[in-house]
């Protein structure tokens, strides 16, 4: 495994090295419809995304990278496929990155007209690799590419940028299953020292995409394999950022915001726990700062548990108790436990 991977910054951004796993998303409406994606991505950072894609389909996406770029709030990636003269005009409109997939973009030359570009405007430039996109060379004698032709696609690319001598580049290998790519990455990982995007391509909806993406991402940025990350989900791109932070904060590798922990239930518990449960989550999401806040069910882990969290709550019959720093500090009516628990927060916080 290769630990120490080359940095490459994209804008005020370092990606590889020690640096932090940086959190990206997606926007998911046509990129010509500015005011609409702009109101994802200012959705999307408040959330605590970082870098942002877009989709460029033809030069009017292109041109509209122009806008885009001079009003967001984090730095914008150009998503191409097939045309390289895209790329073109949209590192002229100010895109902070490009992302090509070289299995579709075609001839040599024009990888390298991108190249040139992308080398003259100081960007870098992610190589996209997918599995159901490799080149035809690669391609002609399977009908399911494997792990390791998946690795050749890479390599083949990453000739054509060093020929060029380009090294500010991002590398993603996604398979058509976690396994897949899992081992796509663990081989790229061992061969080269380019930073990594990890992802799930067409995870699914919010749900089951959440759980196949922190299968796959959670078990490659366990083994220190991954710079970038994005959660591919079905759905509102806000809940990709919020599963992103979620599987970085499980594994202890970032703190972004509140972590509420709760007991699943079962016939010990003589309070309405769900219901508590999503008060107390709905109303963290309005602060900002890392906490670990446990809501319990019952007296045979809740006390326990609420203890070892900075804040918390262990319930009884109709009554709960309240905790902060291993402490218990009162004993309210289960009508008003979430109103206690956040006394409790908020005053800590404004003593800090």
């Known amino acids: 495994m290769k630990t120490n991977k080359r940095i490459v910054r994209i804008a005020d951004l370092k990606i590889g090295g020690k640096n932090p796993i940086i959190v990206q998303s997606m926007t998911k409406v ?46 914008v990636i150009a998503d191409i496929h097939f045309d390289y003269r895209l790329a073109l005009q949209a590192i002229d409109n100010g895109a902070d990155k490009v992302r090509i ?21 100081g960007i870098p430039i992610r190589i996209g690799v997918n599995s159901g996109s490799l080149p035809k060379k690669i391609t002609r004698n399977t009908q399911h590419p494997d792990a390791s032709e998946i690795v050749t696609a890479v390599q083949d690319a990453l000739d054509i940028f060093l020929k060029n001598r380009f090294k500010d580049m991002v590398i993603s290998a996604k398979g058509s299953d976690v396994i897949e790519t899992i081992e796509a ?85 003589q309070v309405n726990l769900e219901k508590i449960a999503g008060k107390v989550e709905d109303r963290l999401a309005k602060y900002k700062q890392f906490m670990k806040v446990a809501v319990m069910g019952c007296v045979v882990n809740g006390p ?19 905790f902060a720093k291993g402490k218990e500090l009162r004993r309210v009516k289960e009508n008003v436990l979430v109103d206690s628990l956040f006394e409790v927060i908020d005053a800590d916080i404004n003593n800090r």
């Open 185 to 269: 990455y663990k081989k790229i990982d061992e061969e080269f020292d380019y930073p990594l995007h990890v992802g799930i391509t067409e995870a699914g909806l919010p749900f089951r995409g959440a759980i196949r993406s922190a299968v796959g991402i959670g078990h490659l940025l366990h083994q220190g394999i991954g710079n970038t990350i994005r959660v591919s989900l079905t759905g509102d791109p806000v809940l990709e950022v919020v599963a992103a932070f979620e599987i970085l904060q499980s594994l202890k590798l970032r703190k972004h915001g509140p972590v509420m922990i709760s007991c699943p239930t079962c016939g010990r518990c």
């Open 304 to 322: 326990g548990e609420a203890r070892y969290a900075d804040f918390g709550m262990a319930c009884g019959k109709g009554i709960g108790m309240i």
């Open 101 to 121: 997939n070289p299995g579709n973009i075609g001839e040599e030359w024009k990888i390298a007209e991108i190249i040139k570009k992308a080398k003259n405007n």
């Open 30 to 75: 046509p990129t010509t419809r500015i005011e609409k994606v702009l109101s994802q991505i200012k959705r999307m950072a408040n959330a605590g995304c970082e870098m942002v894609r877009l989709a460029v389909l033809n030069r009017d996406d292109a041109a509209a990278i122009k806008k885009i770029k001079k009003a967001s709030p984090i730095p």
